[in-house]
């Protein structure tokens, strides 16, 4: 069963952050919140297949997306179990089909993220022969996706040093997510979605990261034709995103966004002229962004 949507941030959660004291710049002493940080290490059936450094929060989400994104969950792979013991911070994926992935652990790249993201090697092989649905994509939704993701509370406007993902429906967030790195947030969402089962050919994807290379692919992987962010680009993120059909909008800042792949999507439905510009509670800068 799918769980009640929206699922947004708690910023509240006393997990998630702890209070530390210092000084400012005046020498005077402050007290802020800070973001926590700890190891989760993920099984597939009984072998290791790497540990993560995260906030902590739905570890079941977080490793059943990572093994899907790593191709080491296949679509029609029946998940008998995701046990976490919150003690030895250990998240086990069981299968119905044996799995053996020791050659493809052993290699890897390293990525650009924050909290150093990983990608096995032969990660692009899923990108094959991959067609991504022809959905629209209507510019007042990407607005109106922004004023309201930009507002909602969470860990970021409480504590900072944190990205967001969010899964939308036309102008609506469906599940929104945080993490120390986007390919942390953006694997939640993925484990999200294969865990109930739910459609991607119809979904805009939302990041506050930059468009990296590991984004547009995880994007792609995960069926989701449109990926934005208010963050910039890089060229390999372009390349990709446009060698396989996906839209990518960045820069997104008000009325002011760029479109570098998939430009036949968009739906121009709203004067730029008529959104007003981003007003205090309205901004909103990935950690870790340009």
């Known amino acids: 069963m799918t769980p009640r949507l929206p699922i947004l941030p708690d910023p509240a959660d006393p997990r998630l952050t702890r209070r530390v004291t210092g000084t400012d710049q005046t020498g005077a002493v402050t007290e802020i919140a800070v973001v ?19 906030i902590g929060d739905y570890p079941d989400y977080l490793a059943l997306g990572f093994l899907r994104n790593q191709g080491m969950l296949k679509p029609d792979d029946v998940v008998t179990g995701v046990d976490y013991d919150d003690e030895i911070e250990t998240v086990v994926v069981r299968t119905e089909r044996a799995t053996s992935y020791e050659e493809k652990v052993k290699k890897k790249t390293r990525t650009s993220g924050c909290a150093v993201g990983t990608v ?40 900072g040093a944190i990205h967001g993902t969010v899964l939308c429906e036309r ?53 989701i034709p449109v990926l ?37 999507r968009l739906v121009r439905d709203v004067d730029p002229a008529t959104v007003p510009e981003e007003g205090a ?3 909103r800068k990935g950690a870790g962004d340009e």
Not at 127 to 147: F, I, N, Q
Not at 235 to 261: D, K, N, P, S
Request: aromatic residues 8%; charged residues 25%.
């Open 36 to 54: 926590e940080e700890r190891p989760l290490t993920i099984f597939l059936n009984s072998q290791e297949i790497v540990t993560a450094m995260t």
């Open 120 to 159: 096995f090697g032969d990660m692009m092989e899923g990108l094959d022969g991959l067609v991504l649905p022809a959905a629209e994509v209507r510019t007042s939704w990407l607005y109106a996706l922004a004023k309201a993701i930009n507002t909602t509370p969470s860990l970021y406007l409480e504590a």
């Open 171 to 223: 102008d609506r967030p469906l599940v929104y997510m945080e993490d120390v790195g986007r390919h942390n947030a953006v694997d939640k969402i993925a484990g999200f979605l294969f865990r109930h089962g739910v459609e991607a050919g119809d979904k805009i994807l939302y990041t506050t990261g930059r468009l990296t290379s590991e984004m547009v692919i995880k994007t792609a992987q995960m069926g």
């Open 228 to 264: 934005a962010s208010r963050s910039g680009f890089t060229a390999w993120g372009v390349e990709i995103a446009r060698q396989v059909g996906l839209t990518l909008i960045g820069r997104m800042r008000g009325h002011r966004f760029v479109c570098l792949a998939g430009e036949e």
């Open 281 to 283: 509670k309205h901004r």
